[in-house]
């Protein structure tokens, strides 16, 4: 009898995790936050960054002048071929006047239409930012700023349809 209970308990709780959609955006979560602390170890790097829109999460850093991204999107994890770039340096304070003043173009303290970006840096607090990506690929800033790093960044990785980083900038 006790048996049986609990079996129909642990079907029921089984039956609601597959069933709760919520459920799905926490072990996305849980996956992308082990495979940070992975990239932390293995990689030696103190600074990651994660893209996350409703239905997918892009994970990147920089090593070696190269970009190393990861897409994870329905419990399924891909690796990208590291990428030739740049790497942009940019200041904590330079970040924090985004992530805390959230007056300026293209972001904000909460997430815009399901957009936004962690920057998980090693042994401190993770950070979070909403953004507008349509904004974000129409505003030119300033040169090694935080949104001028993002721009180059996703240039490399998304290469968004329409938008040229090279020709926003090549007379700046």
């Known amino acids: ?50 893209y996350h829109s409703s239905n997918l999460e892009f994970l990147w850093f920089h090593r070696d002048n190269k970009l190393h991204s990861y897409m994870i999107k329905d419990y399924k994890v891909k690796k990208y071929p590291p ?28 997430e815009l239409d399901g957009e936004s970006i962690s920057i998980y840096v090693k042994s401190k607090q993770t950070a979070i930012i909403g953004f507008d990506l349509k904004c974000l690929t129409k505003t030119k800033f ?15 990785i998304f290469k968004p349809e ?4 090279e020709e926003m900038y090549k007379n700046y």
């Open 1 to 50: 009898m006790i048996r049986k209970l609990i079996a129909m308990k642990i079907g029921l709780f089984i039956g609601i995790l597959f069933l709760n959609c919520s459920n799905k955006l926490i072990i996305k979560s849980d996956n992308s936050l082990h495979i940070v602390e992975k990239i932390f170890k293995k990689e030696k790097v103190d600074t990651v960054y994660s």
């Open 83 to 110: 990428i030739t770039a740049n790497f942009i340096n940019v200041s904590e304070e330079d970040v924090n006047k985004y992530i805390n003043d959230c007056e300026c173009s293209c972001f904000s303290n909460t």
């Open 142 to 156: 300033d040169i090694n700023s935080f949104p001028y790093k993002i721009q180059y960044d996703f240039s490399k």
């Open 162 to 165: 329409g938008y040229s980083f």
